[in-house]
């Protein structure tokens, strides 16, 4: 049976080169960073030369740049950091967020008493920037803005320009959930000043439990773990050094072939869209994610136009692997919280597929999802 993977945005496949990387990580470098022998210092030099390896992606200082489990752990560093140490009373986001950012909001606000107030959304799910603005200027509270410069079910573009002129006009932080955007878009941190961002490494073609946070100097980060004063005291933990490696390799796998790979899939994914509006003109997209001048090149979010409970099981026994949102969401039977936030409820109610590319996926590949999928559903 063929199969094909499409659903990248939850996870993608190890590249080769990541993979021989961390073997020889694992086999010769063992050492344990913080022990002062020969092997330990090894180990050191190897994650302090990725650190600045990263940093010079992002035209930041190696020093900004702090070693995570993902982004997960890395948004809640931030996010709780910024209530508990930096005086921030306020926080400004959308019920569009990854739960790693509206969960640990929500328990702020019940645990510290933070104010949490919501933008608006239009009728695509982008954030509406004049909302933006008239929040900020509610009130003389310290308050941070979250907003994700992509979004992980429909590929919406944060304008993340304007978002930063607005935060610093009204002087509030500005954290960003770019793990769907680092390793696939060029994010110069001092052309766009954001405070804080976040990535995760298995989402370009990285390993898994590894990601960083960028914390801008100047602003003080106290840890979350307790223990030993790894990552300059930020966070405790023995570093995974073989996955930071890895991790450094794929990002610059992925930023060396940025232009030619995002070619290479924006035109896969035009011809998903293409090829849906010509064999049946009653397939919608959510969000942006037909634009291709305002959404992620590699997610497209489809809605049928009929409710199909069993879709995704019946597409994974023939092979192919989609999601319906978020795979964090995994088993649950809620919906897309995402979805249900700007769909009118008669929409939220019918099956939605997403569909996130790779590199790694072929035009034939497409050819196979558009056939099934419209076999299915007639």
Same mark, same amino acid.
């Given at each position: 049976?063929?199969?094909?993977?499409?659903?990248?945005? /939850?996870?993608?496949?190890?590249?080769?080169e990541v993979?021989?990387?961390?073997?020889?990580?694992?086999?010769?470098?063992?050492?344990?960073?913080?022990?002062?022998?020969q092997?330990?210092?090894k /180990?050191? /030099?190897?994650?302090?030369?990725?650190?600045?390896?990263?940093?010079?992606?992002f035209?930041?200082?190696a020093?900004e740049?702090?070693?995570?489990?993902?982004?997960?752990?890395?948004?809640?560093?931030?996010?709780?950091?910024a209530v508990?140490?930096?005086g921030v009373?306020? %926080?400004?986001?959308?019920k569009?967020?990854?739960?790693?950012?509206?969960?640990t909001?929500?328990?702020?606000?019940?645990?510290?008493?933070v104010k949490?107030?919501?933008?608006?959304?239009d009728?695509?799910?982008?954030?509406?920037?004049?909302?933006?603005?008239?929040?900020?200027?509610?009130?003389?509270?310290?308050?941070?803005?979250?907003?994700m410069?992509?979004?992980?079910?429909?590929?919406? %573009?944060?304008?993340?320009?304007?978002?930063?002129?607005?935060? !610093?006009?009204?002087?509030?932080?500005?954290?960003?959930?770019?793990?769907?955007?680092?390793?696939?878009?060029?994010?110069?941190?001092q052309?766009?000043p954001i405070?804080?961002?976040?990535?995760?490494?298995?989402?370009?073609?990285?390993?898994?439990?590894?990601?960083?946070?960028?914390?801008? !100097?100047g602003?003080a980060?106290?840890?979350?773990?307790?223990?030993?004063?790894?990552?300059?005291?930020?966070?405790?933990?023995?570093?995974?050094?073989?996955?930071?490696?890895?991790?450094?390799?794929?990002?610059?796998?992925a930023?060396t072939?940025?232009?030619?790979?995002k070619e290479?899939?924006l035109n896969l994914k035009?011809?998903? %869209?293409?090829?849906?509006i010509?064999?049946?003109?009653n397939?919608?997209?959510?969000?942006?994610?037909?634009?291709?001048?305002?959404?992620?090149?590699?997610?497209?979010?489809?809605?049928?136009?009929?409710?199909?409970?069993?879709?995704?099981?019946?597409?994974?026994?023939?092979?192919?692997?989609?999601?319906s949102?978020?795979?964090?969401?995994?088993?649950?039977?809620k919906g897309s919280?995402?979805?249900?936030?700007?769909l009118?409820?008669e929409?939220?109610?019918?099956?939605?597929?997403?569909?996130?590319?790779?590199?790694?996926?072929? !035009?034939?590949?497409?050819?196979?999802?558009?056939?099934?999928?419209l076999k299915?559903?007639?």
């Amino acid at each position: 049976m063929e199969s094909v993977y499409l659903d990248n945005a /939850a996870t993608t496949p190890m590249l080769p080169e990541v993979i021989e990387v961390m073997q020889q990580a694992m086999l010769q470098n063992f050492g344990n960073p913080s022990s002062t022998h020969q092997f330990g210092r090894k /180990a050191k /030099a190897a994650v302090e030369t990725a650190r600045k390896n990263i940093a010079k992606h992002f035209n930041v200082a190696a020093r900004e740049i702090v070693f995570t489990a993902g982004g997960t752990e890395a948004d809640n560093l931030i996010l709780q950091n910024a209530v508990v140490n930096l005086g921030v009373t306020r %926080i400004i986001t959308s019920k569009i967020e990854h739960h790693a950012v509206l969960r640990t909001v929500a328990y702020l606000q019940k645990q510290y008493g933070v104010k949490v107030d919501f933008v608006e959304l239009d009728e695509n799910g982008a954030v509406v920037l004049d909302s933006l603005e008239k929040l900020l200027k509610q009130g003389d509270e310290k308050t941070l803005v979250s907003l994700m410069y992509i979004n992980n079910e429909i590929g919406n %573009i944060l304008p993340i320009d304007e978002v930063v002129a607005l935060c !610093k006009t009204y002087q509030a932080y500005f954290h960003s959930d770019t793990v769907q955007a680092i390793g696939h878009y060029q994010i110069d941190l001092q052309k766009i000043p954001i405070d804080f961002i976040v990535a995760s490494a298995h989402k370009f073609h990285g390993p898994k439990g590894v990601g960083f946070v960028y914390i801008k !100097k100047g602003i003080a980060v106290q840890p979350m773990l307790y223990g030993g004063e790894q990552e300059k005291g930020v966070r405790s933990s023995t570093e995974n050094v073989h996955a930071i490696l890895g991790m450094e390799k794929a990002l610059e796998v992925a930023y060396t072939n940025l232009e030619q790979d995002k070619e290479y899939i924006l035109n896969l994914k035009k011809y998903l %869209i293409a090829e849906l509006i010509n064999k049946n003109t009653n397939i919608s997209f959510n969000g942006l994610s037909a634009d291709v001048n305002n959404s992620s090149y590699l997610i497209t979010s489809l809605r049928l136009p009929i409710r199909k409970n069993m879709l995704l099981f019946d597409l994974d026994l023939k092979g192919i692997a989609v999601s319906s949102g978020s795979a964090c969401q995994s088993g649950s039977n809620k919906g897309s919280h995402v979805l249900q936030s700007f769909l009118n409820d008669e929409d939220a109610e019918k099956t939605s597929l997403r569909v996130s590319l790779s590199k790694l996926n072929t !035009k034939k590949e497409i050819d196979f999802l558009v056939n099934i999928l419209l076999k299915t559903i007639n």
